[in-house]
């Protein structure tokens, strides 16, 4: 076995057998004293190139393989750790990738990976190709989006951060999470994966306003914006794509 497999059993052994120190269970850790650091091979270590990358592509099964090699190679994301674990809502064409390998570290639970033009073509072919029961689970409810960029968000106003629903069917509750307070949501049209209607019970103020004061009510955003209700419609496309269609 290479020295890093020997290294790494070793490592794995050692922590076991400190486990069973602990409780008194042996009297010595027959591992104390062998190393278990595991150092980067650089004689292993391949630069995969850009052509290389083209024929892989050109050979793989399908869309998703097709995806799962771009977002490695032209995005730089860790795998299985962090293809696997990526969502459609992580992905706002700058896409925020959580890293669970270094979600322990303060500040570093997430990362920005850029969308380069060699991976947007697989990001966008996924996007068109997705059947109305994978859109379906987007529409109900989504996760925490990444913080928007443009400056003007920062001076209050409302944006979306999160979706969840409660309950299924007829009589459930969706809540849009937006950062000035939710939109409560009780469903009124539960048909998966074609339709999706509900009403507005109570929304939450436009925008908040810049003041040196805090819990400022301006009368005037009163009534400014009012949704009553609002639908989703999964048109199932040729090809096993979906359009989706949202009114307010």
């Not at 922590?15 to 009297?27: C, R």
């Not at 990526?86 to 992905?91: A, E, F, G, K, L």
């Not at 007829?170 to 950062?179: D, K, L, N, T």
């Amino acid at each position: 076995m290479e020295k890093n497999t020997v290294n790494d059993r070793c490592k794995k052994a050692k922590q076991f057998f400190n486990v069973a120190n602990e409780y008194e269970l042996i009297g010595k850790n027959p591992f104390a004293k062998l190393p278990g650091s595991v150092k980067a091979n650089r004689e292993k270590f391949y630069f995969v190139t850009c052509e290389e990358t083209e024929r892989l592509l050109d050979t793989a099964p399908d869309m998703e393989w097709r995806l799962l090699l771009a977002l490695c190679r032209y995005g730089g994301l860790r795998s299985p750790s962090e293809t696997m674990i990526i969502r459609w809502q992580n992905v706002n064409w700058q896409m925020v990738v959580f890293s669970p390998k270094t979600e322990h570290h303060e500040g570093r639970e997430s990362r920005i990976v850029p969308i380069f033009p060699e991976l947007r073509p697989y990001l966008e072919e996924a996007w068109d190709n997705a059947p109305p029961e994978r859109v379906w689970r987007h529409v109900i409810g989504f996760s925490k989006l990444p913080e928007p960029d443009p400056w003007y968000f920062k001076l209050g106003i409302a944006y979306p951060r999160r979706a969840t629903i409660e309950g299924t069917g007829m009589g459930a509750v969706r809540r849009c999470e937006f950062s000035t307070g939710a939109f409560v949501e009780p469903v009124t049209v539960w048909d998966p994966p074609r339709r999706l209607a509900f009403d507005v019970e109570s929304q939450p103020p436009p925008m908040h306003e810049l003041s040196p004061y805090r819990h400022v009510h301006p009368p005037h955003l009163d009534g400014y914006l009012r949704c009553q209700r609002g639908e989703f419609r999964l048109v199932a496309l040729p090809g096993g794509r979906t359009r989706l269609e949202g009114s307010t």
